[in-house]
């Protein structure tokens, strides 16, 4: 579990607010900003995209250190190929043109997910972005490729058999720590904040281990339109709540 790292002042109560040291988002509703307007949904995702750039700004602006998007699930595989291949050019341009900034701004970027999945091309411009800001200090962005939270999950069980196969554990060592090492997201705390847009009451296979204790924000917000005063109000919104953690 991790521990909020920073605190912001509520205006309402003029008293510091924890901030989340992790932040996960299930961007949603692209398509449906797009059909209001008459758009064709590639649309909806090219404004989608420029919400990530937002999203970044404002996690530098509140002290945020991890930044995890769901992009791509796994069961994204199952919309029309046109849409599927419109994502991953919007992921190669989004890359290719953003990769500059991201240095600047210190962000480093990973991703989590069947990353062998994604077409060779976007994945060369993936792991050339992640190789190039590998040695930033800043805002870890982590964007969720080709991602479903019970795959990761099956992943780690076969990883960890493996193990146990080849006499490197037993099966009683197996504890909380084995399995959590052995997910994509290993080498991060997990997420304070988990914020859905579009007002949708899911989770969809998005890091089921480790929202177990996040705090969970849904805004009717569609993700285009999510600005930084939206990402604000659900920080304060998470700084208002009381983690207990199952105790008292
Ligand atoms: C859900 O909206 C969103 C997605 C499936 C893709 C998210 C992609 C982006 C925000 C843009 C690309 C991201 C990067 C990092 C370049 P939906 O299509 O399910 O919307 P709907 O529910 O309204 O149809």
Known sequence: ?????????????????????????IMDGNGRWARERGLPRRE?????AESVRTAVESC??????????YAFSSENWKRPPAETAALMQLLERFLQQKTPELKERNVRLQAIGNLERLPAASRQRLEDS??????????????ALSYGAREELCHAMQEIARSVEAGRMRPDEIDLETIAAHLYTCDCPDPDLLIRTSGEMRISNFLLWQISYSEIVVTKRLWPDFRESDFQEAVLEYGRRQRRYGGL
């Open 44 to 48: 909806g995702h090219r404004a989608g």
């Open 1 to 25: 579990m991790s521990e909020a790292t920073s605190t912001i002042v509520s205006s309402e109560r003029d008293t510091p607010l924890a901030v989340p040291r992790h932040v996960a988002v």
């Open 60 to 69: 530098q602006k509140l002290g945020i250190d991890y930044l995890t998007l």
């Open 130 to 143: 992640i190789e190039q800001t590998a040695s930033n200090s800043g805002l870890r962005l982590i964007l």
